[in-house]
C-alpha cells in the first residue's frame, strides 16, 4: 500500500503568517498574530484533521486555502486547475427569506446557475427533512433547522478540496447520524478534505492525518491517533487546579 | 469569476433583497410609492405652506418637488444602503471568497428595479399637475442612464470606504444632508438671481445637473446640456472600472478588514 504523502501535493502551505491591527492601537501591541509561520502540504485524496483549542486560528487556515485571506507572510500553493471551498453552516442566512430562497442563493454562490440551482432544490428540501416549513421565512427556524438546512446546502458543492468548519455537531441524533454518513460517503468517494472539529470521535474516524495547531503554530502533525493522545495529554495538563 | 456568473448573482441577489424587504413590512411593496409621496407632502406643507417658498403656484411648485425628490431619492437611498453592504455581508465573506463589488452593485441593481415602478408614477404626477407628456420626454432616458451610472459609481466608493473605516458610514449620512441641502430640491437652481452661480452649481454638481435635467425635460421639455451630461457619464464610467479594479486587487484584504 502506498503512502499518503507519495501522491501528488494539492495545496501547500509554506510559512503561512496572519496578523491584523486588532484595536485602534497604532503601536505593535495593537497588531493581533493569528497564523505564526504553518506549513504543511495537502495530498490528492486526503482527509486531513485540524485539532486544537478555540481560537488558536484554524478557521483562519481554512480562510486562507479557500482564498478568502491572503497571508500576510509567506506562500500557499495550490495545484493549478483545482478549486477549494468552504463548507460551513448556514452560508449568511436571510432571516427575511424562505429556506427556499435561501437555498437557492447559496446554490449560486457556490457557483451553480440558477437553472442548476433550482434543480437541486427538491433534493435539499428532501435531504433536511424541512418539509413545508421550507417554505417558510428562516428567522422562523430553531437551530436545528437552521443547521439542517445549511448542511444540506453546504453538502452539494462540487469542489477539488473540501474544506469543512465545524459542521458535523449540529442537529439532532438522528439528523447527526445522517449528515455524518453523508459526509463519509463524500470522503470515501475521490474527495481531498480538510476537516476542522472539536469532536474527536469525529476525528479518529474520518481523518488519515492530523494537525494540532496551538498559539498558532503547528504542535503536533501525523498519524491520527498519536496526535489525538499528545492533544488530550496537553489538554489535560493545563486544566486548572482546584485550589 | 467568469462575468456572467457575476451578474447572475447581482440580479439573483438584488431579487431576494426586494423580497426580503417587502416580506418585513405590512405594506410591502407599497413603500416605494409611499415613501417619496410623504417627502413631498412634508416639503410641501414646511415650504409652500408655511414659509410661502412657491410664489409660482401649488401645482407647478408639488410638481418641482416632486422631480427634485424623486429622483434624490433613489440616489440617497441607493449610496446609504449600499455603502454599508460590504460590512453587512460579513457572515458570507467569512465563507467563500466573492468579488466584494457584488453587494454594493446588487443593491444598486435593487433599486433600479424598485425604480421602474416609481418613474411612472412621477410621470403620472406630472400630468395630473397639467404638464402634458411629449416626445421631449424621451430625453429623460440618456438622463436616467447616466443618473444609475452615477449612483453605482458612488455606491461603490462609498462600499469601499466604510470597509476601510467604518466611520465614513456616519459621513454618508451627513453627506447626504448636505447634497439634499445643495442639489436644488426644494429651492430652483435657475431662481438664484445670479446666472453665474446657476452655472457654477450646475456644473459643479452632478446631482444637481441631474435633478435640474429631470425638471427641465418633464416641465418645460427642454433637452438637458449634452456636454455636462456627456462628462459626468465618462466620470462615472472611470470611477466604476478604477473600483472594480480596486475590489478586486484588494479583494482579500477587503475580507480581512470586514471579519476583524
Same mark, same amino acid.
Given at each position: 500500500?502506498?503512502?499518503?504523502?507519495?501522491?501528488?501535493?494539492?495545496?501547500?502551505?509554506?510559512?503561512?503568517?496572519?496578523?491584523?491591527?486588532?484595536?485602534?492601537?497604532?503601536?505593535?501591541?495593537?497588531?493581533?498574530?493569528?497564523?505564526?509561520?504553518?506549513?504543511?502540504?495537502?495530498?490528492?485524496?486526503?482527509?486531513?484533521?485540524?485539532?486544537?483549542?478555540?481560537?488558536?486560528?484554524?478557521?483562519?487556515?481554512?480562510?486562507?486555502?479557500?482564498?478568502?485571506?491572503?497571508?500576510?507572510?509567506?506562500?500557499?500553493?495550490?495545484?493549478?486547475?483545482?478549486?477549494?471551498?468552504?463548507?460551513?453552516?448556514?452560508?449568511?442566512?436571510?432571516?427575511?427569506?424562505?429556506?427556499?430562497?435561501?437555498?437557492?442563493?447559496?446554490?449560486?454562490?457556490?457557483?451553480?446557475?440558477?437553472?442548476?440551482?433550482?434543480?437541486?432544490?427538491?433534493?435539499?428540501?428532501?435531504?433536511?427533512?424541512?418539509?413545508?416549513?421550507?417554505?417558510?421565512?428562516?428567522?422562523?427556524?430553531?437551530?436545528?433547522?437552521?443547521?439542517?438546512?445549511?448542511?444540506?446546502?453546504?453538502?452539494?458543492?462540487?469542489?477539488?478540496?473540501?474544506?469543512?468548519?465545524?459542521?458535523?455537531?449540529?442537529?439532532?441524533?438522528?439528523?447527526?447520524?445522517?449528515?455524518?454518513?453523508?459526509?463519509?460517503?463524500?470522503?470515501?468517494?475521490?474527495?481531498?478534505?480538510?476537516?476542522?472539529?472539536?469532536?474527536?470521535?469525529?476525528?479518529?474516524?474520518?481523518?488519515?492525518?492530523?494537525?494540532?495547531?496551538?498559539?498558532?503554530?503547528?504542535?503536533?502533525?501525523?498519524?491520527?491517533?498519536?496526535?489525538?493522545?499528545?492533544?488530550?495529554?496537553?489538554?489535560?495538563?493545563?486544566?486548572?487546579?482546584?485550589? | 469569476?467568469?462575468?456572467?456568473?457575476?451578474?447572475?448573482?447581482?440580479?439573483?441577489?438584488?431579487?431576494?433583497?426586494?423580497?426580503?424587504?417587502?416580506?418585513?413590512?405590512?405594506?410591502?411593496?407599497?413603500?416605494?410609492?409611499?415613501?417619496?409621496?410623504?417627502?413631498?407632502?412634508?416639503?410641501?406643507?414646511?415650504?409652500?405652506?408655511?414659509?410661502?417658498?412657491?410664489?409660482?403656484?401649488?401645482?407647478?411648485?408639488?410638481?418641482?418637488?416632486?422631480?427634485?425628490?424623486?429622483?434624490?431619492?433613489?440616489?440617497?437611498?441607493?449610496?446609504?444602503?449600499?455603502?454599508?453592504?460590504?460590512?453587512?455581508?460579513?457572515?458570507?465573506?467569512?465563507?467563500?471568497?466573492?468579488?466584494?463589488?457584488?453587494?454594493?452593485?446588487?443593491?444598486?441593481?435593487?433599486?433600479?428595479?424598485?425604480?421602474?415602478?416609481?418613474?411612472?408614477?412621477?410621470?403620472?404626477?406630472?400630468?395630473?399637475?397639467? +404638464?402634458?407628456?411629449? $416626445?421631449?420626454?424621451?430625453? %429623460?432616458?440618456?438622463?436616467? #442612464?447616466?443618473?444609475?451610472?452615477? !449612483?453605482? =459609481?458612488?455606491?461603490?466608493?462609498?462600499?469601499?470606504?466604510?470597509?476601510?473605516?467604518?466611520?465614513?458610514?456616519?459621513?454618508?449620512?451627513?453627506?447626504?444632508?448636505?447634497?439634499?441641502?445643495?442639489?436644488?430640491?426644494?429651492?430652483?437652481?435657475?431662481?438664484?438671481?445670479?446666472?453665474?452661480?446657476?452655472?457654477?452649481?450646475?456644473?459643479?454638481?452632478?446631482?444637481?445637473?441631474?435633478?435640474?435635467?429631470?425638471?427641465?425635460?418633464?416641465? +418645460?421639455?427642454?433637452? $438637458?446640456?449634452?456636454?455636462? %451630461?456627456?462628462?459626468?457619464? #465618462?466620470?462615472?464610467?472611470?470611477? !466604476?472600472? =478604477?473600483?472594480?479594479?480596486?475590489?478586486?486587487?484588494?479583494?482579500?484584504?477587503?475580507?480581512?478588514?470586514?471579519?476583524?
Amino acid at each position: 500500500m502506498s503512502l499518503i504523502t507519495d501522491r501528488p501535493v494539492m495545496l501547500e502551505m509554506d510559512k503561512v503568517a496572519l496578523s491584523f491591527r486588532a484595536g485602534k492601537s497604532s503601536f505593535d501591541h495593537g497588531v493581533h498574530h493569528v497564523l505564526k509561520g504553518v506549513s504543511f502540504k495537502l495530498y490528492e485524496n486526503e482527509t486531513l484533521g485540524i485539532i486544537g483549542r478555540n481560537g488558536v486560528g484554524k478557521t483562519t487556515m481554512l480562510r486562507i486555502m479557500a482564498g478568502i485571506l491572503k497571508p500576510t507572510s509567506g506562500r500557499v500553493t495550490m495545484r493549478p486547475g483545482k478549486t477549494a471551498s468552504l463548507l460551513s453552516l448556514g452560508l449568511g442566512f436571510k432571516g427575511d427569506l424562505s429556506g427556499r430562497d435561501n437555498a437557492l442563493l447559496a446554490a449560486m454562490l457556490q457557483g451553480s446557475t440558477r437553472k442548476e440551482a433550482r434543480a437541486f432544490l427538491q433534493e435539499i428540501q428532501d435531504f433536511s427533512e424541512l418539509g413545508d416549513s421550507f417554505e417558510e421565512p428562516v428567522k422562523t427556524y430553531s437551530s436545528g433547522m437552521r443547521a439542517r438546512l445549511g448542511f444540506t446546502t453546504a453538502l452539494l458543492t462540487h469542489v477539488d478540496i473540501l474544506l469543512i468548519d465545524e459542521v458535523l455537531s449540529v442537529g439532532d441524533a438522528h439528523f447527526k447520524d445522517k449528515a455524518q454518513q453523508a459526509m463519509q460517503e463524500r470522503i470515501c468517494g475521490q474527495q481531498t478534505v480538510v476537516f476542522v472539529s472539536h469532536a474527536e470521535q469525529q476525528v479518529k474516524e474520518l481523518c488519515d492525518r492530523t494537525i494540532w495547531i496551538e498559539n498558532g503554530r503547528i504542535r503536533n502533525a501525523g498519524h491520527t491517533p498519536t496526535v489525538l493522545a499528545d492533544y488530550r495529554k496537553s489538554l489535560q495538563a493545563n486544566k486548572p487546579q482546584p485550589d | 469569476m467568469r462575468i456572467t456568473q457575476y451578474f447572475r448573482l447581482v440580479d439573483i441577489q438584488a431579487r431576494m433583497i426586494l423580497k426580503a424587504d417587502a416580506s418585513k413590512l405590512t405594506l410591502g411593496y407599497l413603500w416605494w410609492f409611499l415613501e417619496p409621496l410623504m417627502w413631498v407632502a412634508v416639503f410641501y406643507i414646511v415650504f409652500n405652506l408655511i414659509l410661502d417658498a412657491g410664489a409660482r403656484g401649488s401645482a407647478e411648485f408639488l410638481t418641482f418637488l416632486a422631480c427634485g425628490k424623486f429622483a434624490f431619492i433613489w440616489f440617497s437611498k441607493t449610496v446609504s444602503q449600499a455603502s454599508n453592504s460590504i460590512v453587512a455581508a460579513q457572515n458570507l465573506i467569512g465563507k467563500i471568497n466573492v468579488p466584494k463589488s457584488l453587494f454594493p452593485m446588487a443593491v444598486a441593481h435593487e433599486s433600479l428595479f424598485r425604480q421602474c415602478a416609481v418613474y411612472p408614477l412621477l410621470l403620472v404626477i406630472v400630468m395630473l399637475f397639467g +404638464y402634458p407628456a411629449s $416626445p421631449m420626454w424621451l430625453w %429623460l432616458l440618456p438622463v436616467l #442612464v447616466v443618473y444609475y451610472l452615477m !449612483i453605482v =459609481a458612488c455606491a461603490l466608493v462609498g462600499s469601499y470606504l466604510v470597509c476601510l473605516v467604518r466611520d465614513f458610514s456616519q459621513f454618508i449620512q451627513l453627506g447626504m444632508t448636505f447634497l439634499l441641502f445643495t442639489s436644488g430640491i426644494f429651492w430652483d437652481v435657475r431662481a438664484l438671481g445670479s446666472p453665474e452661480k446657476t452655472e457654477l452649481i450646475l456644473t459643479l454638481n452632478p446631482l444637481a445637473f441631474i435633478l435640474d435635467a429631470h425638471r427641465q425635460v418633464l416641465m +418645460y421639455q427642454i433637452p $438637458p446640456d449634452l456636454a455636462i %451630461l456627456g462628462a459626468i457619464a #465618462v466620470g462615472a464610467i472611470v470611477i !466604476i472600472a =478604477a473600483m472594480e479594479l480596486l475590489m478586486r486587487y484588494t479583494s482579500q484584504y477587503l475580507a480581512l478588514k470586514v471579519l476583524t
